[in-house]
């Protein structure tokens, strides 16, 4: 019988022949840990009576969630993994600064394709985008993982994702997968695995956005067809049985918005023109790549920001920023305005570097956008891509980026001055603001607002 991707590698890792529903023992090529939930995982070998790890050569340990340590109990927390990694002989250890797990494990080359992976962080499918079945696990599962060398997975129903056609400018593969979020919704791809066609030759760091997002659906993992790092045999069978299709048409895609508190909430960026904005955020493991960071400076190049804007770039690695050094970007970014955080996750998560006070609003490129997510539960978090963020921080306003890129230099200036006129003084917490937010979230899907679940990493 012909099988989906997540049925071969499951297949061929358990050594049995496995379908979707069943059960699978599996060895795992990697283990990844981040500080975020260390003490978790350590209490959890300790409570499986393991005092060494399987496979040291096979386990990743990062500092980036909370990094560098912005408190001393954060400070405390490091300092016992950075002991841990000491005595259990840890090679693969990424302190402070080093940048995001996921895109070190990608890019470093720890995700071996056809393998399974498990990491102690939910976006840890983004090991799809080299053709790994990357898994995120709660420490308990990451412990078991870390003393044995395997785990157990319930083998997942597909969803095929074809993607069609070729992107204009100013729209990116961000603006795409958003607009497979706001097909499938937050639980419409709950422990499945998504497959997407059509895009296997995309640049990695494409590739890293599409699988790291697919967490966002609810998905147990998330896989790219056809990439140049999958071996032969990697491929979904003709005639494989999956639980739904999906057909993304990129010539006629537009720039993607997800209204907060939802990232399902997706809506075209022409009904959000004028929403104001206080910061904007440019980075994580979803954008935080030199060419998210070329594509705002594409924006920025010669002028600076608004003045009632913050704009923070936190690079996904050191690799990326000095990349962006070697370039130019990083000075590009740097002379319009931007504050340049350490490589790493920064304020995603709302622990680090920049987290939002009460009322402010956010145009973020990163990967969620609920009540509390980057730092107080009553600011809002909009969603969007690279030339979004450039733009937003640019005007103070979110506004089509196509306008601009396509304008002469003059013209782009007259329109920047027009969207920072029609803000005034109209701050991005107004009363006309909040009431802009009210009918953002009823353009927007009404099937999409049901509560959602709110994770840590």
Partial sequence: ???????????????????????????????????????????????????????????????????????????????????????????????????????????????????????????????????????????????VALALGRTWLRVPDSIKVSFTGTLRKGITMKDAIMRVVREIGTDGARYACVEFHGVGDLPQGDRITLAGMTTEMGAKAGIVVGTPEAPDWLWPDPGAAYMREVTIDLNTLEPQIAVPPRVDQVIDVSAAIGQPVDIVFLGSCTNGR???????????????????????????????????????????????????????????????????????????????????????????????????????????????PRAYLESSDRDFDALVERRRAERGDRGAASSRSGDRLEALQMAAAPARMRPQAELDD
């Avoid at 975020?36 to 969630?65: N, P, T, Y």
């Avoid at 992976?117 to 090991?127: A, E, K, L, T």
């Avoid at 608004?306 to 704009?311: C, E, M």
């Avoid at 570097?353 to 009540?371: D, K």
Wanted: glycine share 12%; charged share 20%.
């Fill in 1 to 143: 019988m012909s099988k989906t991707l997540a049925e071969k590698i499951l297949s061929r890792t358990s050594g049995r022949d496995v379908r979707a529903g069943d059960l699978a023992i599996v060895p795992v090529s990697r283990v990844m840990v981040h500080d975020s939930v260390i003490d978790a995982v350590m209490a959890g070998l300790r409570d499986l009576g393991k005092e060494r790890v399987w496979d040291k050569a096979k386990v990743c340990v990062f500092v980036d969630h909370a990094a560098p340590a912005p408190t001393p109990v954060v400070a405390d927390s490091h300092r016992v993994l950075r002991e841990w990694v000491r005595a259990q002989k840890i090679p693969t250890f990424y302190d402070a600064g080093e940048g995001v797990c996921h895109q070190i494990m990608v890019e470093e080359g720890y995700c071996e394709p056809g393998t399974v992976i498990v990491g102690s962080d939910s976006h840890s499918n983004s090991y799809g985008a080299v053709g790994a079945f990357g898994a995120g696990m709660g420490a308990t599962d990451v412990a």
């Fill in 290 to 400: 030199l060419v998210d960071m070329q594509q705002a400076a594409s924006v920025l190049r010669g002028r600076r920001i608004d003045p009632r804007v913050r704009l923070e770039v936190v690079p996904a690695s050191r690799r990326q920023f000095e990349l962006a050094m070697q370039d130019g970007t990083m000075q590009i970014l740097s002379a319009a305005g931007a504050v340049i955080g350490s490589s790493g996750c920064g304020p995603c998560l709302g622990r680090t570097g920049g987290v939002l006070a009460g009322e402010e609003v956010c145009l973020s490129t990163a990967n969620r956008n609920y009540r509390g997510r980057m730092g107080s539960p009553n600011a809002n978090i909009y969603l969007g891509s690279p030339f979004v963020a450039a733009v937003a921080a640019l005007t103070g306003v979110i506004d089509d």
